[in-house]
């Protein structure tokens, strides 16, 4: 089963010439790492908005072409470790195979995994990654998880065993979180909020990042699925987080009252 793109003309493009263009424009803008990060987190608003910062990020992030795609869950559907396992993600004028393999050994890394498409068909944060992973190799595969897993120690095992699969792996796989910070807040506010958050990202402390948004009531809405790719990293051996790029809903559209954080990250 192919997965169909919900916000195609909307948050991005709807044809593939516009749609490569425009994120090859936002690629372009990026300084690339001399070598492969581990894991990177992006935002999914709008192109207009967060294109820029989440195509710098993945630039410099250099994510293979197997990639580890984790979301938050905003629409309250299906499982709460969502695996779209076979079939492809099509885009305008182009599809991203799913790669079935790996997509066995997720489901098969930890109990709370489940096959689960009804979680997938409306959320957009995924689908608004994959054009910038399409743009940068065209052999990209995928392995697409929507999260709403709210129990710690479940978010930090599930983490802990993806990251064995990723190990276990002759080729690389890249993992690459979708989320946005603070919501509707502030400009000021929400840097201030979301430096908090970030300081546990850049300290791969997935526990502190829990507590932390959830004690000074932080909007992120990726915060879960952000914590399972940090147990994944800090079982890696990682130990830094990199903030590539933060930037905010007021710097497009001038009204700084209510914004939206978008942040870009790299795991090394």
């Keep these: ?11 991005y493009p709807g044809s593939k010439d516009k749609l490569l263009e425009e994120v090859r ?35 410099r992030a250099r994510p293979g072409r197997r990639v580890l795609l984790l979301g938050p869950n905003h629409t309250g559907q299906g499982k709460p470790f969502s695996v779209w396992s076979s079939g492809a ?35 957009h944060s995924l689908e608004v990654v994959l054009p910038f992973l399409y743009a940068l190799d065209e052999t990209t595969r995928i392995v697409p998880v929507a999260i709403a897993e709210n129990d710690p120690k479940t978010l930090i095992q599930a983490g802990e065993a993806l990251a064995g699969v990723v190990s276990s792996q002759q080729e690389p796989v890249s993992i690459v979180v979708s989320s946005d910070m603070s919501h509707f807040i502030p400009a000021d506010r929400a840097k201030q909020q979301d430096e908090l958050a970030l300081r546990k990202i850049r300290g791969i ?57 978008y942040a870009g990250v790299v795991i090394w």
């Excluded at 089963?1 to 948050?11: E, I, L």
């Design 89 to 123: 993600w099509d885009l305008p004028g182009a599809s991203v195979p799913v790669d079935e393999d790996l997509a066995g050994q997720v489901l098969q890394a930890h109990q709370a995994m489940e096959e689960d498409h009804q979680a997938h068909i409306r959320e």
């Design 1 to 11: 089963m192919n997965r169909k793109p919900v916000v195609a003309g909307q948050f």
């Design 25 to 59: 424009e936002y690629l372009a803008g990026g300084s690339p790492a001399q070598t492969a990060a581990v894991a990177s987190m992006v935002p999914h608003a709008g192109y207009p908005f967060s294109g820029g910062v989440a195509g710098r990020t993945l630039a």
């Design 205 to 261: 402390d997935p526990e502190g990042l829990l507590e932390t948004v959830s004690r000074n009531r932080i909007s992120m809405c990726g915060v879960l699925p952000m914590t399972v790719a940090l147990a994944l990293a800090r079982k890696l051996g990682c130990t830094r987080g990199e903030i590539v790029e933060y930037a905010n809903s007021g710097d497009f559209i001038g009204d700084y009252n209510s914004v939206v954080g």
